[in-house]
């Protein structure tokens, strides 16, 4: 069974700061590894999405890698604004198109 | 663009009581849709998975007869919470797949419904 965890749990950074958020997952048998951003009460808004084949994926100040066979994602957030303040969420998707989400970071960017 | 809508977008009802959600690909036919409970403060938590046509698969610890999903077309997937109880309240969210490419893209998401059972 899939399980996956992410660090820090939750996470508060001065604005400006460059931060990583760490995803890992126990089955490395997986199709691509997507990062969601949730705002509180509010649903999934997709981040970006690399698939099992790639390493990274980028898209404006957001860079993600997958490193499948150590189970390992990372996500970037360059020159972090306070408009980030979020949940992030990574997602694997594995057999029968199931996604098993991380358990989120809370991140808080502060002026 | 691919859009998924979700109504009602919040619900309180009395204990005993049941509840539907409608989940609809607006711009988009998703033969595949999923729902997902999120309680507190936790993970999204994979529910069923409902095919367009036919039974939905049920995750395990899941109740099927507690939870029914009906995918009656390629657009529209509901979810009934029969004879809810306080313990039922929680955030649904749905999603759905555009056909032929579950790999490829990412799953849409509704922007979720929050059911309160008194």
């Known amino acids: 069974k899939q399980e996956v965890t992410q660090i820090p749990a939750a996470l508060s950074v001065p604005e400006g700061e460059n931060l990583v958020l760490n995803c890992s997952f126990t089955?490395?048998?997986?199709?691509?590894l997507q990062w969601f951003r949730q705002d509180p009460g509010k649903g999934l808004t997709s981040l970006l999405l690399i698939q099992s084949s790639q390493r990274e994926q980028t898209s404006g100040r957001l860079n993600a890698s997958l490193d499948k066979s150590s189970g390992r994602s990372t996500l970037y957030i360059a020159a972090s604004q306070p408009g980030d303040s979020a949940t992030y969420l990574c997602a694997a998707l594995g057999t029968a198109s199931k996604l098993t989400f991380g358990t989120g970071t809370r991140l808080q960017v502060t002026l | 663009g691919a859009v998924v809508s979700q109504h009602p977008s919040r619900v309180i009802c009395k204990s005993g009581t049941s509840v539907k959600i409608e989940c609809r690909s607006l711009d988009f036919q998703a033969t595949t849709m999923f729902w997902y409970r999120q309680f507190p403060k936790q993970s999204l938590m994979l529910m069923a998975t409902?095919?367009?046509?036919?039974?939905?698969?049920?995750e395990q610890g899941v109740e099927k007869d507690k939870f029914l999903i009906n995918h009656a077309s390629l657009t529209l997937s509901t979810l009934t919470v029969t004879s809810a109880h306080p313990e039922d309240s929680s955030f649904y969210i749905c999603?759905?797949?555009?056909?032929?490419?579950?790999?490829?893209?990412?799953?849409?998401f509704g922007p979720g419904t929050r059911l309160l059972v008194l």
């Open positions: 999603s759905a797949s555009k056909p032929g490419t579950p790999m490829k893209e990412p799953q849409y």
């Open positions: 409902s095919n367009e046509g036919s039974k939905a698969t049920y």
């Open positions: 089955d490395s048998a997986i199709y691509n």
